[in-house]
């Protein structure tokens, strides 16, 4: 059974920062694409950041440059840093396994609801200030 709990969130004034660390247990790091989804209050859950099975790191828009997605096979943990965070970054967090950022981009303009796909965490809470 595949578990994934988030940890990291709260509350940074803007400008700050926070490290979003996923653990995951009941499937390997090297068989699964692995993402980041937020999703504000009203708003469509949207992926981020993801780090597909080859490697390969990819960021949405609003999010590149600042946002960095990490993982430690040894501790099968993923990580998402997150810096010069701006209020529009306020949104309840995810972590997914088995989502690929094809499927990702794909889900962006759908009507399909992203957590009808893969594995997904309870969430962790991202909230900032001005």
């Known amino acids: 059974q595949v578990q994934l709990v988030e940890s990291g969130g709260g509350s940074v004034q803007s400008g700050g920062s926070l490290r979003l660390s996923c653990a995951r247990s009941?499937?390997?790091?090297?068989?699964?694409?692995m993402a980041w989804f937020r999703q504000a209050p009203g708003a469509k859950r949207e992926g981020i950041a993801g780090?597909?099975?080859?490697?390969?790191?990819h960021y949405a828009e609003s999010v590149n440059g600042r946002f960095t997605i990490s993982q430690d096979k040894s501790k099968n943990t993923l990580f998402l840093e997150m810096n010069s965070l701006k209020e529009e970054d306020t949104a309840m967090y995810f972590c997914?396994?088995?989502?690929?950022?094809?499927?990702?981009?794909?889900?962006?303009?759908?009507?399909?609801?992203?957590?009808?796909?893969?594995?997904w965490g309870q969430g962790t809470q991202v909230t900032v200030s001005a």
């Open positions: 997914t396994a088995d989502i690929c950022w094809e499927t990702v981009q794909a889900l962006a303009v759908s009507q399909s609801l992203p957590r009808d796909f893969g594995y």
């Open positions: 009941g499937i390997r790091f090297r068989d699964s694409c």
């Open positions: 780090i597909n099975v080859d490697g390969s790191r």
